[in-house]
């Protein structure tokens, strides 16, 4: 070789599941600020109308602060599910699990990426959900098929968490402990 370095080929394997699954949460996020932006005041008088004990001040402020609220909320959120997992897949890269596993090739900072995708999508189906339920005509939706969905996705998510640090020898868990971001 004339100075050229071969890269294992698990590391070139990780870094295309991170690119690809960036790549799908950031088009699931540019769609569903695009859904929450194209809620129409008329569809959030709608839902306002629902509640007549709230005052008039509160249901104008509600209907003009809603599409920027929940993009912004929306941001926000996704930053800081993601965070965490990005501070200990930076801090903890010299840990290296036990070899052989297939969670091997799934950083900490991709299951940051897909719990902020699960949530980005969780968002998604409530402004979808709640609008359409107070809509004039309203779209055939089984609300608890989007429900058990999403469930399920969190539940494989916590399964796959639990396989990924289980992946590691006892010893590494404890040294893995010393980066992650306590909540107290």
């Known amino acids: ?3 050229t370095k071969q890269r294992p080929v698990e590391e070139i394997y990780v870094v295309g599941i991170t690119r690809w699954l960036f790549g799908i949460f950031v088009a699931a996020s540019l769609a569903v600020i695009f859904l929450l932006n194209s809620t129409t005041n008329a569809e959030l008088k709608l839902l306002v109308n629902q509640f007549p004990e709230v005052s008039g001040a509160f249901k104008s402020t509600f209907i003009h602060t809603y599409r920027m ?3 912004f909320v929306l941001f926000v959120v996704d930053i800081i599910v993601v965070g965490p997992f990005a501070y200990l897949g930076y801090f903890s890269e010299h840990i290296k699990p036990r070899p052989g596993r297939f969670v091997n090739s799934v950083s900490f900072f991709d299951l940051g990426i897909l719990a902020a995708l699960i949530y ?3 968002i998604g189906c409530m402004n979808f959900v709640i609008t359409n339920s107070v809509a004039e005509s309203p779209r055939d939706v089984n609300v608890n098929a989007i429900v058990v969905l999403l469930g399920a996705a969190f539940l494989a998510w916590a399964l796959l968490l639990l396989a990924k640090i289980y992946s590691y020898s006892r010893d590494q868990r404890k040294e893995l402990k010393k980066y992650a971001i306590r909540l107290y």
């Open 69 to 71: 609220g929940m993009t």
């Open 120 to 122: 980005t999508i969780t």
């Open 1 to 3: 070789m004339s100075g």
